[in-house]
């Protein structure tokens, strides 16, 4: 199993809809978590973190981490055009050594 | 606050060529990272700096050194270029707390081609 698992997509949405953005981790993950954006020819952007089980919303980006199921979750409400781009998902190694695992990325398309 | 910054943002290099790549942050953050991004492979980490004084080998090191100068900077060098090291390279930086991992800043990368 890859330490973060991303489907590539594409993950086309029409605009206005819910985006539904998915990563599973193993063992090898701590439990801190990071979404990031990242648009063609740019560097990854944060846009959440979250570090606890439950929901975590900002504006009209939620994130949903489930620690039983390993599972993480980005929800993007209201989908516009200018999400499309391509999403990171993130965590700590929980081997101390403070690298961060990525995984290899969801691309999203909106569709107007 | 600047944040993450590198220089330069674009270079061609002929294979055998030497070069640094420099970054900084002036977040007073504790960790310093680079890696490459080439097209369908994701983010690789090449180097990171836990902390001043300290380096460790990510997962593709072999063709790089990196020298953690202070704790604002972090620089990657290439001793012999080759093509097979044409790609996007991002440095980031991150702080933490104990055990907890905080969030990573991403500078806006150079894009290195090796002819």
């Known amino acids: 199993q890859k330490e973060v698992e991303q489907n590539s997509g594409p993950l086309s949405v029409p605009e206005g809809a819910i985006a539904s953005l998915n990563c599973t981790y193993s063992?090898?993950?701590?439990?801190?978590f990071f979404w990031y954006r990242q648009y063609s020819g740019k560097s990854p952007e944060l846009i959440m973190s979250?570090?606890?089980?439950g929901d975590k919303e900002d504006g009209r980006f939620t994130a949903q981490l489930n620690k039983a199921s390993q599972y993480v979750s980005l929800l993007i409400r209201d989908s516009q055009p200018s999400d499309s781009a391509t999403y990171l998902c993130?965590?700590?190694?929980?081997?101390?050594?403070?690298?961060?695992?990525f995984g290899t990325g969801t691309r999203l398309k909106v569709l107007a | 606050n600047a944040g993450v910054t590198q220089t330069p943002k674009f270079q061609v290099l002929k294979t055998g060529q030497s070069m640094t790549l420099q970054c900084a942050q002036d977040?007073?953050?504790?960790?310093m990272y680079w890696y490459r991004q080439d097209p369908g492979m994701g983010l690789r980490l090449i180097y990171y700096?836990?902390?001043?004084?300290?380096?460790d080998k990510g997962e593709v090191p072999n063709g790089y050194n990196v020298s953690r100068l202070n704790k604002r900077e972090f620089s990657l060098r290439l001793e012999s270029a080759a093509p097979s090291q044409t790609s996007v390279y991002f440095c980031?930086?991150?702080?933490?707390?104990?055990?907890?991992?905080?969030?990573?800043?991403f500078g806006p990368g150079t894009r290195l081609t090796v002819l």
């Open positions: 977040m007073n953050h504790n960790s």
């Open positions: 979250i570090y606890s089980n």
């Open positions: 700096s836990a902390s001043e004084g300290t380096t």
């Open positions: 993130a965590g700590g190694a929980t081997s101390g050594t403070y690298k961060y695992i």
């Open positions: 063992d090898r993950v701590s439990q801190s």
């Open positions: 980031a930086s991150s702080t933490y707390h104990g055990s907890s991992y905080n969030e990573q800043f």
